[in-house]
């Protein structure tokens, strides 16, 4: 083991966590087949020296935004500000740079120089976007079960194991862990309902994350939480939400996935190959839900 690796339960920020070592999730989403993925994606994201610029959509920075208010509320006005709907316009630097600046101008940049001062050190977000992730944190809490599920517990814990089967570095942050042994995952959704939730597991492939995320602290404590539960609030008024635990049949679906994208992962760094889709052709499969269309 590299002894400057982190290991067991680090105390880390969450841009820490994810721009340091170890394979996550996520990353087995990239590189797997099963998922529309393939080693090459998986290289171009993480290995390669002059990677992809990374753009976080409006939706990626709600589901950031809502997670701190619910499960870190004490820390929301000290990391989120946004610049309200009448602030001046602001002033430019010729404008700054002016001999003679307008009254207007020097009460913009006295105005600015405030708010900067204000936000210095947190990360300015639209006013919809706070206002949407309050209203949503807001319904989780009105909420009979899953105001409760968020009452005692710790947030976002960064956990490292090595996998004893390939050797690699691996890790997870829980959303949320109760006091009770429950492991909370909170995600935004368009659609929270059973049907509609369910296309979201399969598709963001969240039947991978329940193992992955219960089976790493297995491995460093020799015990996990005894059930996986998602709460799944929709990103719209009136902020309905589901919640949802994993069975064990769809927990052993999802070990077998991640097993499968892990050891392909290995194999790749062992060899030093990073193959996309072929180097062949062959036959097109369609989709099965085609082939079964009446002709």
Known sequence: MNSTEPYGLVEMTNDEYH???????SHLDVISPDNGGCPLDYWDSYINPEPPERNETDDMLLGTV??????????????YISVPEDAPKRPTARQREAKKPSLDTLSAIEWWDDFEKEAAGKRIVSAEIISIAQDMATAVRRHPVASRL???????????????????LIKCR?????????????????????????????????????????????????????????VAVKKKRPYSLGIYYVEQDLIERGRAQYRKDLNLLARCIEHGQWPDYGTEAVPLTMPRWFMNQAT
């Not at 721009?19 to 999730?25: A, E, L, Q, T, Y």
């Not at 809502?66 to 990391?79: C, G």
């Not at 968020?150 to 690699?168: H, I, M």
């Open 19 to 25: 721009s340091g070592p170890g394979v996550s999730k």
């Open 66 to 79: 809502f997670h701190t208010a619910v499960m870190e509320p004490d820390l929301f006005n000290a990391q």
């Open 150 to 168: 968020f009452k005692d517990g710790v947030a976002e814990q960064s956990l490292f194991a090595r996998d004893e089967e390939t050797g690699l």
């Open 174 to 230: 829980p959303d949320w862990t109760t006091n009770g042994g429950l492991m909370v995952d909170l995600k935004s959704t368009n659609d929270p309902s059973p049907a509609g939730f369910a296309k979201s597991v399969v598709n963001f492939r969240y039947f991978v994350q329940a193992p992955w995320y219960l089976d790493i602290p297995r491995r460093l404590f020799g015990e996990a939480p005894e059930h996986f539960i998602f």
